[in-house]
T-cell receptor, first 115, second 116 residues
C-alpha cells in the first residue's frame, strides 16, 4: 500500500526566505509523485510532478522538488517566498491500477508567508 | 493544460433533498474521473473512481447508494448526493484523466455543499 506523510501541518516563513515543505512516501512500486497547491475554496493546481525521469523536478511559480529514493522523500522548495505563495500544499503519490490509477494525498501543509 | 469544470460551485439545500453535482472535462476526453471529499482544513479523501461507460468503484466506507456516480460520456460525470443530511456538508472536488495525461489528474474548482 502506498502512503504519504507531510511533516508539519503549518509552516511559516518570512517573505524572501527559503520555503521547504517536507514529504515522505512509501510505495512498493516506482512511484509517481506530485505536489499540488490549493487556494481557499478552490480546486487543486499542479505545481510539479515526478514520473521517473530527472530526479530534480522544476515546476511553476519557482518551485522545485527533488526525488530521493534512498530517503523516500520528495521535498518541495522555493528559494524566495512571496506573499502569494500562502496556500495549502499537498504532496501526492500515485500508482497504476488495473483500469486506472489511484492517487493518495498527504494531509497537507499550510504555508504562511510573513511580510 | 486541460480544464475541468464543476457545477454548481456552491449549493445550499434542505435536509432530505438530493443534490446533483456535475464535472466536465472541457477540452479532453476523460476516460477516468475521480470524486473527492474534503472536510475543512483536511486533505482530500477519494470517494470513488469512475470509468466512462462502467460502474464506479467506491472506496471503502463510502455508501454507493448515498453517493450516486454516473459517467455516461467522455466529458461528463455526475455525483448525486441522495437524501442529503447536514453531515454530508463538505467540499466536493472532481478530477479527470484521459489518454495522454500520463497519470496526471486535472482538478475541478470544487463544489461547496451545505445541507441545512
Amino acid at each position: 500500500a502506498q502512503s504519504v506523510t507531510q511533516l508539519g501541518s503549518h509552516v511559516s516563513v518570512s517573505e524572501g526566505a527559503l520555503v521547504l515543505l517536507r514529504c515522505n512516501y512509501s510505495s512498493s512500486v516506482p512511484p509517481y509523485l506530485f505536489w499540488y497547491v490549493q487556494y481557499p475554496n478552490q480546486g487543486l493546481q499542479l505545481l510539479l510532478k515526478y514520473t521517473s525521469a530527472a530526479t530534480l523536478v522544476k515546476g511553476i511559480n519557482g518551485f522545485e522538488a527533488e526525488f530521493k529514493k534512498s530517503e523516500t522523500s520528495f521535498h518541495l522548495t522555493k528559494p524566495s517566498a512571496h506573499m502569494s505563495d500562502a496556500a495549502e500544499y499537498f504532496c501526492a503519490v500515485s500508482d497504476l491500477r488495473t483500469g486506472g490509477f489511484k492517487t493518495i494525498f498527504g494531509a497537507g501543509t499550510r504555508l504562511f508567508v510573513k511580510a | 493544460g486541460a480544464v475541468v469544470s464543476q457545477h454548481p460551485s456552491w449549493v445550499i439545500c434542505k435536509s432530505g433533498t438530493s443534490v446533483k453535482i456535475e464535472c466536465r472535462s472541457l477540452d479532453f476526453q476523460a476516460t477516468t474521473m475521480f470524486w473527492y471529499r474534503q472536510f475543512p482544513k483536511q486533505s482530500l479523501m477519494l470517494m470513488a473512481t469512475s470509468n466512462e461507460g462502467s460502474k464506479a468503484t467506491y472506496e471503502q466506507g463510502v455508501e454507493k447508494d448515498k453517493f450516486l456516480i454516473n459517467h455516461a460520456s467522455l466529458t461528463l460525470s455526475t455525483l448525486t448526493v441522495t437524501s442529503a443530511h447536514p453531515e454530508d456538508s463538505s467540499f466536493y472536488i472532481c478530477s479527470a484523466s484521459g489518454p495522454g495525461t500520463y497519470n496526471e489528474q486535472f482538478f475541478g474548482p470544487g463544489t461547496r455543499l451545505t445541507v441545512l
